[in-house]
Structures are given as structure tokens and as C-alpha cells.
């Protein structure tokens, strides 16, 4: 029996980006030790017979926690805001879970390793989305060119939940935590603290983020045990774009030492001409190499 396991969800119109995470997997011989287990938020048959056997469960996601009917009409997609954390009711024979969202996918083992090993003791292994290179952390508005009115992600979302304010001045000026990946233990208290975070969130809140609100909740107003990973584990594509290795063919951080990239996430997508990468696999970008040329590259994942 497997004890460590990677989890993501798709619906029916990511289904191609879920295939390509599967086969970035399953392309390193790692692999074989660790478990793939798939939640469907609308996928359909044909989808799901064509993965059925390159994976080891596959389990239908449901509403976790009770939402209204009017924010979630027609959206299935969105129960991966809510049942990422609950895994170990999905899939309970796994020590380990590591969850990669179907847009990211893996171009490095080593960060796979990170991962299962940050979550030891019942920390939560991720990645603030914060490194070299990056220019701006929190938006703000300048009134009279001094008062500064707090734009940030965490603080506009924390304050449209309602959550209180002495919460949501704690998270104003934290560095964003990406929820798209993320590792813990079966039984690490951190899945209660974050459940019941989102149960806060989502009671008034938007529901899309509404995860990624509860874990960054859990993470600085509550103070769960974290073991924060380097970017490069969890590397957001529309944040910072990566360098191209030439010579052996890999993308790699943008600064030196220009180390390998270890999950590349398209994360809210990568756009051009009004259409975005992550549903059609034609955009390209383009981007810098480590010999100082400019390749015009897909950011998918692609077979050697």
C-alpha cells in the first residue's frame, strides 16, 4: 500500500490540463511509490475512463460544507474550494497528501520530496507567493499622495467575508499564501483549524478564494506549525515568468543561481491576445534563456 499520495481536481473543461499533471507525475519513476487520487467536480465518463487506469481512486467531490445555492448554480468546479481540505475523508489510507491543482504541474521530483517532507509532525508544507524579482506584495491606494488604503488580496477578501478587522489587519501586509499547492499529514490539527476558517469564510464571502482566505487565517492569525517551501516549489507563472536552460532543456528561476523549477502553476492563467494558456495549448509567450536569446514557449507541461 502507497502511504503518500498527490490529489487534484478538474472539471470537465480543465480536463486536459488534469492529463498533463497526471503524465508530469508519472514521467518520473518516483512515481511508483506514490498514489494519484483524483476528485471529479464534472468530469465526464470519457474523461474519466480515459485516466481511470493511469491513477488509483477517483472519487465524486461533494459540498463539505453547506453553501448556498445561489453562489455555486452551475458550478461544479468550485467544490474545489471546499473539499481540498477535507482529503483524508476522500482518500483515508494515506499518511501524507500533497495537492496540486490540475493548472500546475511538475518539472522537478526534488520539490514532490519537499513537500512530503515539510508536512512531518503535522506541519503544513506551502509556499508564500513571495521571492526575488517580485516588485509589488500588497496593492494601495494613495489618497492625497500619503494615506495609504490597503488593496491587498487577504485584507480586501478578509473584510468582504467579514471577517473581523483585528483578523484581517494581521493578514493586510502578510505575503499571500498560494493554496494551489500544499502538503499535510493525515492527522495534522491544521485540517480542524482550516475547516473551520472556511466555514467563516464562505458564510459571507465570495466562494472562489475562499480556501485560500481560511488558510491564510490558519497560517497567521492562528498560528498553525508551517514549514514554508521556496518559491520554486510552487512557481505562479503570471506572477514572474521563469529563464529557459537551453542546454539541458528546463525552465529554471528567473535569478541566479537560476535553480531548476520544481511545479510551474498557471495560476490565474497566462494571457495573450484575450486567450488564455491554460485552454489553449497554441499561446505561447515569450521568454528568456540563460544564454540571453528569447524562445517563444507554452508553459505546459510537454512529453520529452
Not at 487534484?8 to 473543461?13: I, N
Amino acid at each position: 500500500m502507497k502511504e503518500n499520495t498527490i490529489v487534484s481536481l478538474a472539471d470537465e473543461k480543465y480536463f486536459n490540463l488534469l492529463e498533463e499533471l497526471i503524465e508530469s507525475i508519472k514521467s518520473f519513476p518516483e512515481s511508483n511509490n506514490t498514489a494519484i487520487c483524483i476528485l471529479d467536480a464534472g468530469l465526464n465518463q470519457n474523461q474519466i475512463d480515459k485516466i481511470k487506469n493511469k491513477v488509483d481512486e477517483i472519487k465524486k467531490a461533494e459540498w463539505d460544507i453547506e453553501v448556498s445555492a445561489l453562489k455555486v448554480r452551475g458550478k461544479e468546479w468550485l467544490k474545489s474550494q471546499v473539499s481540498r481540505a477535507f482529503l483524508p475523508k476522500y482518500f483515508p489510507n494515506y499518511k501524507k497528501y500533497l495537492w496540486i491543482d490540475c493548472d500546475a504541474w511538475v518539472n522537478d521530483w526534488s520539490s514532490v520530496d519537499l513537500y512530503f517532507k515539510a508536512c512531518n509532525k503535522g506541519k503544513l508544507g506551502i509556499t508564500q507567493s513571495i521571492g526575488p524579482g517580485y516588485r509589488v506584495l500588497s496593492k494601495v491606494k494613495w489618497l492625497l499622495g500619503k494615506i495609504a488604503i490597503v488593496k491587498s488580496q487577504n485584507f480586501k477578501h478578509a473584510v468582504s467575508s467579514k471577517i473581523s478587522m483585528q483578523k484581517a489587519r494581521k493578514l493586510a501586509f502578510a505575503p499571500h499564501i498560494n493554496i494551489g499547492v500544499f502538503s499535510l499529514e493525515k492527522d495534522s490539527k491544521c485540517w480542524e483549524v482550516w475547516q473551520n476558517n472556511l466555514k467563516e469564510t464562505i458564510k459571507h464571502g465570495r466562494i472562489f478564494g475562499s480556501e485560500g482566505l481560511a488558510i491564510n487565517l490558519s497560517v497567521y492569525v492562528d498560528n498553525v506549525d508551517t514549514e514554508f517551501l521556496p518559491v520554486r516549489c510552487n512557481w505562479i507563472t503570471s506572477h514572474l515568468l521563469p529563464k529557459f536552460d537551453e542546454d539541458n532543456k528546463e525552465f529554471v528561476e528567473p535569478f541566479l543561481p537560476n535553480n531548476k523549477i520544481g511545479i510551474m502553476h498557471l495560476a490565474a492563467g497566462i494571457w495573450k491576445d484575450g486567450k488564455d494558456m491554460r485552454l489553449d495549448n497554441n499561446i505561447k509567450v515569450e521568454i528568456k534563456t540563460l544564454n540571453d536569446n528569447s524562445l517563444t514557449k507554452s508553459l505546459r507541461y510537454e512529453k520529452n
